[in-house]
């Protein structure tokens, strides 16, 4: 399950570069800006499946505590569980509720922001 969502979400980061590309070099303003379009859909996709993905966090917790974790070495496998246990804790994957619903409202936000800051940098002709 984390390998092919590891995996998943290493595809889903190639499609945006392709797309972020699109939106900054595309001479069509048309087209940038549909590209800013998808470029935050899928930004937005990707906080929903990927860095949200509470069902990921559990199985990560749960498998922490296996007798199968505990006897790995410590290594690349290891510390990749580790990390993105630690990195989804300080997502907020341990909210609930309201309090979980507003950090992913902000992410969205913040990311919109960020691309749609990206954006005027690029068109800027000062």
Known sequence: TARATDLAEAELDCSASIISVVKSTSPSKELREEARKHLVDLEAFAIDSFSNNKKLY???????????????????????????????????????????????ELQKKISDLGTTFETNVAEDST
């Open 58 to 104: 559990k199985s990560l917790q749960e498998f922490v505590s296996t007798s199968e974790y505990k006897g790995l070495a410590p290594g690349e496998k290891k510390y990749w569980i580790d990390e993105e246990i630690s990195e989804m804790k300080r997502s907020g994957l341990e909210l609930e509720g309201e309090a979980f619903d507003k950090v992913v």
